[in-house]
């Protein structure tokens, strides 16, 4: 049994808000390690809207910290 199959048979049985919480936990380890689907579309927003966030109105932002 590989370890997905594992990670299936032991939140299987789980009450839904506990696996839930487990399914929370794949999204975040997804998204930390650059791995959510929501990456690439960040990525692409990004690049899209370089040219409306490069402009000299905008310059004032680009003072702000970084969060």
């Given at each position: 049994m590989?370890?997905?199959e594992q990670i299936y048979h032991s939140v299987r049985p789980l009450p839904e808000p506990l696996a839930s919480e487990?399914?929370?936990f794949v999204?975040?380890?997804k998204e930390r390690h650059g791995l959510a689907e929501t990456?690439?579309?960040m990525a692409a927003q990004a690049q899209s809207l370089e040219a409306a966030w490069a402009?000299?109105?905008d310059e004032v932002w680009n003072v702000l910290p970084a969060v």
């Amino acid at each position: 049994m590989n370890t997905a199959e594992q990670i299936y048979h032991s939140v299987r049985p789980l009450p839904e808000p506990l696996a839930s919480e487990v399914l929370d936990f794949v999204s975040f380890l997804k998204e930390r390690h650059g791995l959510a689907e929501t990456s690439n579309l960040m990525a692409a927003q990004a690049q899209s809207l370089e040219a409306a966030w490069a402009n000299d109105a905008d310059e004032v932002w680009n003072v702000l910290p970084a969060v």
